[in-house]
Nanobody, 123 residues
């Protein structure tokens, strides 16, 4: 079993930046990839970005492409999400997740989840 703990959320103005971090403990070496999802009030949880643990290859949702960057720190079992040019529609709870599935983008593909961290972007 793996434990994921997010940090770095907060409240910012539109156009600002935030950096989220996710610390993984447990059997992180067995993951295929880690990802970030977000969930706005009253909406379904949606995919944001994914990074393959071994190669570092990345994949992004169209809504964040060019503004968000996912990265990993293999030595410390951490994943980061650098969010630039934030918009009010980026508001939500951001979740870190881990998957054993290649090309995973759906909630059901990810078997381990963190507790989430709130990001609020005001206009």
């Amino acid at each position: 079993q793996v434990q994921l703990v997010e940090s770095g959320g907060g409240s910012v103005q539109a156009g600002a930046s935030l950096r989220l971090s996710c610390a993984a403990s447990g059997r992180s070496f067995s993951f295929y990839a880690m990802g970030w999802f977000r969930q706005a009030p009253g909406k379904e949880r949606e995919f944001v970005a994914r990074i393959r643990w071994s190669s570092g290859s990345t994949y992004y949702a169209d809504s964040v492409k060019g503004r968000f960057t996912i990265s990993r720190d293999n030595a410390n079992n951490m994943v980061h999400l650098q969010m630039n040019s934030l918009k009010p529609e980026d508001t939500g709870v951001y979740y870190c997740a881990a998957t054993l599935t290649s090309a995973a983008t759906s909630v059901t593909d990810f078997g381990s989840w963190g507790q989430g961290t709130q990001v609020t972007v005001s206009s």
